[in-house]
């Protein structure tokens, strides 16, 4: 898979060059390819930006270096603008997204883009929470991850994501290791059982316990959808001894 980025700062997606992104590049399970807009700017001091027509604060990248950053790539890949009036980037989407062979990223910076270019040639505007930061680099690293993860062999071999955060519907379960006991605070006693069906009935109880407790608009859909026999009845006795 191919993560094509147009930006203003390519040195910063060197921090994707570490650990498991590293290796899966390496493995030639990714690419990362960085393109820098202001190489593509005909202006003769490689001004990329402007004052925004009709006044206001701030400067707006201009149309024509990205167009021609854009148009170097020669690929009908999706084109992905990273903003904060997109749609809110989640594991639903990370998903759909992990389907692709090759992706663009267009980070913004500034007070964002001339509208003409993404008219032109943006396909998905898409944002990564309510708040709004000084570029889309860091949003685009994000997504980057959170898709490159899901594709085949990049976490090694047997990965399961089924009871990771979000993917289930859920937030996930605690997970614990080696010392049994740290600092007077115990490993639950269950996850030594070795009875593989009660601690996967435990580790639901505590999904269910987390996200009741930290997203309860996950929470309530997970209830409303169709379950398993089994976690109707887990569900259940959840409910029975949490409901006052």
């Not at 930006?7 to 060197?14: K, N, Q, R």
């Not at 570490?18 to 001004?47: G, P, Y």
């Not at 639950?188 to 309860?216: C, N, V, W």
């Amino acid at each position: 898979m191919i993560f094509h980025v147009l930006t203003l700062f390519p040195e910063m997606f060197e921090t994707l060059n570490h650990s498991i992104l590293k290796k899966a590049q390496e493995k030639d399970l990714i690419q990362i390819h960085t393109v820098n807009i202001r190489d593509f700017s005909e202006n003769k001091h490689k001004k990329v930006d402007d004052y925004p027509y009709g006044g206001g604060a701030g400067m707006v990248m201009q149309a024509q270096p990205i167009y021609n950053a854009y148009k170097s790539l020669d690929t009908k890949a999706r084109v992905i603008f990273m903003t904060p009036k997109g749609r809110t980037f989640d594991q639903a989407l990370a998903n759909e997204l992990s389907n692709e062979e090759e992706l663009i990223f267009l980070c913004g910076h500034y007070e964002g883009v001339d509208q003409r270019i993404i008219d032109l040639i943006v396909t998905d505007e898409v944002s990564v929470g309510d708040f709004v930061l000084t570029g889309g680099e860091l949003p685009a690293m994000i997504m980057i991850d959170a898709i490159a993860r899901l594709r085949e062999g990049v976490l090694g071999k047997n990965v399961s994501y089924e009871d990771e955060s979000h993917y289930s519907g859920l937030l996930e379960y605690n997970h614990f290791t080696r010392p049994p006991v740290f600092e007077d605070l115990k490993v639950p006693e269950i996850l030594f059982s070795g009875h593989h069906q009660k601690i996967d009935a435990y580790r639901l109880m505590e999904s269910l316990y987390l996200t009741e407790l930290r997203r309860p608009d996950m929470f309530k859909k997970w209830c409303e959808g169709p379950r398993t026999k089994e976690e109707k009845k887990i569900l259940k006795k959840y409910l029975d001894n949490n409901t006052k």
